[in-house]
């Protein structure tokens, strides 16, 4: 079975060796990677629409990994118990879904040992959201897959030092882990995202702006501002 690079470095950053609970499981393969390669006892398939659960089970009986697979329908983490799974992972989602997915059912949340989340869109989110319901962010990285950067974050339970590492805003924005590591990857993804916000701010700085542009425009200034922050701090550790 060969997984696309993102996925990979999601079954890759699952540590627990216990039940996994794949929310939005669409075709199955992450869960039954885990299990052909022994790093899960168990894993539970869970999606909201029944078209990813049928292609998963075709999945799942081509691979005969039947006996150590479940599926169910299931909005987010709603027919998931608590104690059930040792690790929720969710990946393939935007930041600000995954936030309501892990506080509908907190008690479900808090009892896992492990989170491995992948969001698409609002990390910030989704780190602040952790630290909320009492994890610490222990492991993160960036990846670039066909052309598209991704995030892929392992959390545990907190510990309240690790929370005081992100005293800044660039912190939650950014990655503290990211910027603490000198991802590789991250450091492309900020000069590209250097290039891309400068490009706006010059196009902006040649035409008269309306008042809503002028704050576009202060915005764009503070976001540069911040990639600037983030480049000199990893040039001094």
Do not use: W
Not at 50 to 62: C, D, F, N, T, V
Not at 116 to 136: A, N
Not at 155 to 172: C, F, G, L, S
């Amino acid at each position: 079975m060969h997984l696309s690079k993102r996925l990979q470095r999601v079954a890759d950053n699952v540590l627990s060796g216990g039940v996994v609970a794949d929310i939005g499981c669409d075709h199955g393969f992450t869960s039954i990677y885990l299990i052909r390669h022994k790093k899960v006892t168990k894993a539970i398939a869970m999606d909201i629409n029944e078209g990813p659960l049928e292609r998963a089970k075709e999945h799942m009986l081509s691979y005969g990994v039947e006996e150590h697979m479940e599926l169910r329908l299931s909005d987010g983490l709603q027919m998931l118990d608590a104690d059930e799974a040792d690790t929720l992972l969710i990946s393939g989602m935007g930041g600000a879904l995954i936030c309501q997915i892990l506080e509908a059912k907190e008690e479900v949340t808090k009892s896992a040992k492990e989170l491995v989340l992948s969001p698409q869109s609002e990390i910030f989110l989704v780190r602040k959201c952790l630290h909320g319901m009492g994890f610490c962010i222990a492991h993160e990285e960036m990846l670039l897959d066909q052309g598209k950067y991704y995030v892929i974050i392992r959390a545990v339970k907190a510990k309240e030092k690790e929370k005081e590492q992100y005293q800044r805003e660039e912190d939650y924005i950014y990655g503290h882990c990211l910027i603490e590591d000198k991802d590789p990857f991250f450091i492309g993804f900020l000069k590209k995202e250097e290039k891309r916000v400068s490009r706006i701010l010059e196009g902006m700085a040649q035409k008269t702006l309306s008042a809503n542009a002028m704050k576009q425009y202060a915005g764009l200034k503070k976001e540069l501002e911040q990639i600037h922050t983030v480049q000199q701090r990893i040039k001094k550790d």
